[in-house]
């Protein structure tokens, strides 16, 4: 047999199956490391969410001239809130309750300058809400209106309005102490109740003025007058919030919402689209290589036309005429894997040790499915090359 | 094994005039194996194609070829394969050497694959065919004569039961024909196997079981 292949792989190209070799490693290197690479982004993205769990994400409408002359509704109906619910990254769905009377707030304090300001509420049920508070409750015996604000006013007030305007910034604690007057008005002169109110929270979730559930559906039912109207906003929780469905769902009903809660869906979704512009590239890489070894091979059989049908006749079965190439091409199949499979790895080395400097936890190893990927690929590539090549050699035969 | 052609003819003898054929004209050809069959005929007359149909690297033909009553045409890959390792051999009238081995190499090419002579019996026949000091050489550097012998040699490096030799000493002076046909025949007779040889002419010195004209 040794003959044999000292008779045919005397007709190889070497640049050709070089350069195919070259390609298809380039090809697969490519390939294998964006494979590798999404999954560690996608993994260290998800441990991220891990440490924040479920993420809310409060809807609204986007606001347009048609609301501003009141031609469309900014509220969801019910139709709309049981879509948003159906969703499958909707875990909870939750709409916003609103007061429908009006409500203001004023200072009696000799301690601070005494304030008067209209007012809205808006209320979710508790399991929403990130404030804590052993004062977040509400009776209509005790009257005592529990009042969360978001975060932010009492920044915009302290580093904001308050240096500008010569007045004292106020810490959490003591806001916390301003008893706050709250005139609930029903329909009618004079049909009106003060209660007191505090502050007993602040929200990094919610950027709403929020009294207590229980407390907004009584006072409505008490004061309310105003048409009923579709919530404005609704919360939303998924416990996946990097699934680029979310922000493809919002997107396409024209909903929207703050934009950083969704960063990780969005970051996926650029990350899938430079993934698979990596695969379309790598696949293409690879398509070509492949022809390029189909090609090499067929010129190489082609060259060697007149051995093959001088072994033919001498007994020699095309299956063992084209044993050489198979022999050869199994070479080449196995290089490819081994050095795509140590470049990738030693990418994946370098970028997981870049990556630590930056804090982040990303695997120096390879997944297993690149592995897979890289095997079933070349197996691929093998077995068809394989089949071309026998028939190739069939034909010369007799 | 048996040969038997029923009413064969290559097609391309079909526009030529066969009369007097003793192998075209006849209703059934039989060749015995043990018996040497010399077929004489001048060019164009169909030697090379009746051994090639016989071998298997001919379609074109009409009638039938029978190898041991089985009809060619069933034959597959694997038993053409078979068949020219084990059953036939055939001395090409082209050589089919490699000219890039060395003719020591071509013979093994041909002897490796089931080890039939071993290396003291090809020197033997290489030094009676006057081959011995050509064997580490180049085929592709040897005269036509040494080539020819280089191919009959190599056709003996196999087990056989019909040699098909196709105007095999057409570049070999009579003299060395002569030894050459000797050693051919001492490996038929070892193997018991039947010899068909093609010529255009001078074959009256050559011992024949059979003589035919095409």
Known sequence: MRYLYSILWKDHSRTHLLWAFLGTTAGFVLLLAGIQFYLDIKSVLSQNQDLMDPEYIVINK?????????????????EEIEEIASQPFADQVAPFLSNNFPVSGYTENERFPDFYTDLFFEAIPDEYIDVKSEDWNWSPESGNIPIIIPQDYLNLYNFGFAPS????????????????????????????????????????????????????????????????TDPSQVILVSKDPTDPAIIKFLEEKGYDTIREKLKSSRMNIILKFIISFLV?????????????????????????????????????????????????????????TGLSLLITSILTRQFSSMAGEWSLDISSSLYGIIYGTALGLITLIFFSNVVAILVSTKKLCK | MTIQLDKMIPLP??????????????????????????IEA??????????????GIRKDYRGKVYLDHNDINDFTWRDWSLLR??????????????????????IQLKNSISNHQSPQKIEEMAERLGLAEFLQRKAGILSFGQQQRVAILRALCQPFDYLLADECFSHIDRENSLKAYQVIREECE????GLILTSLNGTDLLEAHVRMKL
């Open chain 1, 62 to 78: 986007k606001v347009n001239i048609g609301q501003t002359l009141g031609l469309v509704m900014a509220g969801f109906s019910p």
């Open chain 1, 165 to 228: 305007q010569g007045l004292p910034q106020i810490p959490k604690g003591v806001i916390s102490m301003i008893n706050i007057n709250i005139r609930l008005k029903g329909q009618g002169r004079g049909n009106y109740d003060d209660y007191p109110g505090r502050i007993v929270g602040f929200s990094n979730r919610i950027h709403s003025i929020l009294v207590p559930h229980d407390f907004l559906i009584w006072a409505n039912e008490k004061y309310g007058y105003f048409k009923k």
């Open chain 1, 280 to 336: 379309v590239i790598a696949s293409i890489i690879i398509a070509l290589a492949f022809l390029v070894f189909l090609l090499s091979l067929q010129l190489m059989i082609s060259r060697s036309s007149e051995k093959i049908r001088r072994l033919n006749k001498l007994g020699y079965h095309y299956r063992e005429i084209s044993r050489p190439y198979v022999v050869l091409l199994l070479i080449l199949m196995v290089g490819v």
């Open chain 2, 13 to 38: 003898m079909l526009e030529q005039d066969t009369t007097g054929s003793g192998i075209w004209e006849i209703e059934s050809v039989r060749f015995e194996q043990g018996k040497t069959y010399i």
């Open chain 2, 42 to 55: 001048a060019s164009g007359r169909g030697k090379t194609s009746l051994l090639s149909v016989i071998y």
């Open chain 2, 85 to 106: 390792k084990e059953k036939l051999s055939f001395i090409f009238q082209g050589l089919e050497l490699f000219d890039n081995l060395t003719a020591l190499e071509n």
């Open chain 2, 190 to 193: 070892s193997q018991k196997a």
